[in-house]
């Protein structure tokens, strides 16, 4: 069915304007919003006030939602038109004439019956504001200011000044208005000492004072970049910035990650958003970072990175892959089997049975035999030739009788000159001296059938040596199993060992506590596969996301994503806000970062050319002779 929509507008010199358009469709929408077929822009007609349908011969006319219209000068909700006799309806202000033309098509003519006019006389504010019922909002809230202003500033200054009547004074304590909260547990011998911070009524803490005690943190990054990289406040965020600017708080304060007067609660913010004001879009920002942009741990966080070394040697070389990069590999310089280690029907699981009396193992070794944790969960001591490994792995050559003759582990080249020694004073003991009597005759050849002999046992004490310095360094010795052997000039046995580097920490960007994670049926081996692990170079983290076992048939690694998500997760995932994981100061493993790596590129920078205040008085009290903080890092 097809509508004819006509509609009718009036000039200024009173003639009509009509406009046709064809809707070829068999229902109509009437009202206010832009998306009806037929628009009314008026308040007093409904969003959707009313639907004409056509069916066969008649037009419905239906209101919807209990609304009203006009017909005839009866006000209903529905009524069906049947025959072609033009009828009148009104809805608010316009009049809707319906009619059959000619070609059996209902026409539909919309003109505006009251005058703009006539409503713009009219007080609208009367209509559809509060102010004709006299509960307008200005009264009311000069009177609330007012009060405020009485109790909250008037009153407590007379207090302070003892000038409230009838012993009040004695009786209340008008300052607690104005404090914010209770002291963190930190701060709370500062009670009652709101000077020690405040220095001056009605400024803000600012970072000078902070650093009169907590001096030493240095700086997340370089100054200039943490400026640079942190994103322009816009909205509603953007008017909170300028207002606490008004007040002389600049963005990157102390202030803006360490809230005081929030009692048991401590000062540190774990909100998210106070990392990713930096680290979302940093890319964008610094075109020369290396960081990766993060925003939520559970949907927007790259894979892990881990620390490796990849140049072994006196002055080891290293950098970071992510774990998922196939060129990940850990060159310490030690040879280490996981997977023989921790077998348990192997040759070292009956060695540990024979060792348990003495050294607590069980029927098989366990990663606790040989790393333990240091107190507190967070990292691992040190693993120790001699505390951890040597009931196995004897460096014992020679026994005699109850003494045994161990050599120095770690030093090579003593190693070398050990052996010597020890079978040169050994083949001289056994060189036989003859009897030489009191009187030797004139050309007597005992003195040197004596020094063949003695000669001749060097000799052989040199190849002996040789042989056993050889044996100590190559394939089955003592030293080759576990370490890299660097071979001898041709013709000598000056071996080397290659120096190990061992990491510490591998995620060196992120902390972990091992201690909050001893909890249901987890074990090592639920994010550590070392039981299939035959190389040492293999880096056993878990990623971000379940992976595949790096060894064939291996099981799935879990996640950490398989426990932990974002800081609003919900359900069985733990919420995990990114100072859960990482820390701002991060001063414990400063060096790996690179030190002064911007020096002399930006030059000095004066408090006065600062972005904000923070930094200029964070630098003012760290700063070292060419403006930057001694110790300053850049990630």
Not at 48 to 75: C, N, Y
Not at 82 to 91: E, G, H, T, Y
Not at 235 to 245: H, N, R, Y
Not at 329 to 353: E, T
Request: with cysteine; proline share 5%; glycine share 10%.
């Amino acid at each position: 069915m097809t509508f004819i929509i006509r509609q009718i507008t009036k000039r200024a010199s009173g003639q009509d304007i009509v406009r046709d358009r064809q809707i070829d469709q068999a229902r109509l929408t009437v009202g206010r919003a832009t998306s009806n077929d037929i628009f009314l822009g008026d308040l007093r007609v409904g969003l959707e006030h009313l639907v004409m349908e056509v069916s066969g011969s008649r037009l419905s006319v239906q209101a919807l939602a209990e609304k009203k219209f006009v017909i005839d000068g009866k006000t209903v909700n529905q009524v069906t038109l049947s025959d072609a006799r033009p009828r009148q309806i009104q809805v608010g202000p316009y009049g809707l004439k319906v009619s059959l033309n000619n070609n059996g098509l209902w026409l539909v003519e919309v003109e505006r019956l009251e005058a703009e006019e006539t409503l713009r006389e009219k007080d609208v504010d009367d209509i559809f504001t509060l102010r004709g019922t006299g509960m307008g909002k200005r009264g009311p809230a000069w009177l609330f200011f007012a009060v405020a202003l009485a109790v909250f500033l008037v009153l407590p200054i007379l207090w302070f000044h003892g000038a409230l009547p009838g012993g009040i004074n004695d009786r209340v304590d008008l300052d607690q208005s104005w404090l914010s909260g209770e002291l963190s547990g930190a701060h709370a011998n500062l009670e009652g000492e709101c000077e020690a911070c405040h220095k001056k009524a009605f400024e803000h803490v600012t970072d000078a004072t902070c650093l009169e005690c907590h001096e030493g943190l240095g700086n997340h990054a370089q100054p200039r970049r943490l400026t640079s990289a942190m994103a322009e406040a816009h909205g509603f965020d953007g008017l909170l910035v300028e207002t606490a600017a008004f007040f002389g708080k600049e963005q990157g304060e102390c202030a803006d990650c360490h809230r005081e007067h929030n009692g048991e609660d401590g000062i540190v913010l774990d909100n998210s958003s106070l990392c990713t004001d930096c680290h979302l879009g940093m890319s964008e920002r610094l075109a020369d970072t290396t960081l990766l942009d993060a925003s939520d741990f559970g949907t927007d966080h790259p894979n892990f990175h881990a620390t490796v070394v990849t140049t072994p040697g006196a002055e080891p070389i290293s950098a970071r892959f992510s774990l998922d990069d196939p060129a990940l590999q850990d060159n310490s310089g030690l040879k280490f089997p996981h997977d023989i280690h921790l077998s348990v029907d192997g040759g070292v699981a009956r060695q540990a049975q024979e060792l348990a009396v003495d050294h607590g193992f069980g029927n098989a070794l366990v990663c606790a035999d040989c790393h333990t944790e240091e107190s507190g969960g967070m990292l691992f001591e040190p693993v120790d030739m001699e505390a951890n490994c040597q009931m196995c792995h004897s460096l014992v050559f020679e026994t005699d009788g109850t003494v045994e003759r161990k050599l120095p582990h770690g030093q090579p080249a003593e190693v070398v000159a050990i052996l010597r020694e020890y079978y040169k004073a050994k083949a001289l003991g056994q060189a036989v001296v003859p009897t030489v009597s009191d009187r030797r005759r004139p050309g007597s050849t005992s003195l040197l059938r004596q020094s063949d002999r003695q000669q001749s046992a060097l000799v052989d004490a040199e190849r002996n040596a040789n042989t056993m310095i050889a044996n100590v360094f190559s394939e089955g010795g003592a030293c080759y199993d576990c370490h890299q052997v660097v071979e001898p000039p041709l013709g000598t046995v000056d071996y080397r060992i290659m120096p190990v580097a061992l990491m510490d920490r591998f995620m060196t960007k992120g902390l972990f506590n091992h201690a909050k994670h001893e909890v249901g049926d987890l074990t090592c081996e639920s994010c550590h596969e070392a039981s299939v692990s035959d190389s040492a170079t293999h880096v056993l983290l878990p990623g971000i996301d379940t992976r595949p076992s790096m060894v064939a048939g291996g099981d799935e690694v879990v996640g950490c994503r398989d426990c932990h998500a974002g800081e609003t997760a919900s359900g069985d995932l733990v919420p995990s806000p990114c100072i859960d994981c990482h820390i701002y100061h991060d001063v414990a493993h400063a060096p790996q970062m690179t030190a002064g790596l911007f020096d002399g590129v930006f030059g000095p920078v004066p408090p006065e050319d600062a972005v904000h205040k923070g930094v200029a008085q964070k630098k003012a009290a760290l700063s070292g002779p060419d403006g930057f903080s001694p110790g300053r890092w850049v990630q």
